[in-house]
Nanobody
Framework: QVQLVESGGGLVQAGGSLGLSCTVS????????MGWYRQVPGNQRELVAS???????DYEDSVKGRFTISTDNAKNTVYLQMNSLKPEDTNVYYC??????????????WGQGTQVTVSS
């Protein structure tokens, strides 16, 4: 079974930094893309940052210049370096991956989320 395990969340002061990581395990043929999402009103998730196998990245406007997404393909791991954190960044951050398993079509997988809390 494919699993996404997140780590790195916690409590920091405004202006501080956190580094999130998410490692994918299981029977995997290919990871097509990975990213980080967070909750928004309406019980939906918005994209924070994503990265494709080609190395292309996309960021939500409010985190541009502060957050950096990267991968270690050999470890099936995606990272989110979060600098200059603001209280409004407080949220649950969910790891996302679009994965092709052996003999299966690609589909979406989600981690259980890691809490990031930024104090004033």
């Amino acid at each position: 079974q494919v699993q996404l395990v997140e780590s790195g969340g916690g409590l920091v002061q405004a202006g501080g930094s956190l580094g999130l990581s998410c490692t994918v395990s299981g029977s995997i043929f290919r990871i097509n893309s990975m990213g980080w999402y967070r909750q928004v009103p309406g019980n939906q998730r918005e994209l924070v940052a994503s990265i494709t196998t080609d190395g292309g990245t996309d960021y939500e406007d409010s985190v541009k210049g502060r957050f950096t997404i990267s991968t270690d393909n050999a470890k099936n791991t995606v990272y989110l370096q979060m600098n200059s954190l603001k209280p409004e960044d407080t949220n649950v951050y969910y790891c996302y991956a679009k994965i092709m398993r052996f003999h299966y079509a690609a589909r979406d997988y989600w981690g259980q989320g890691t809490q990031v809390t930024v104090s004033s």
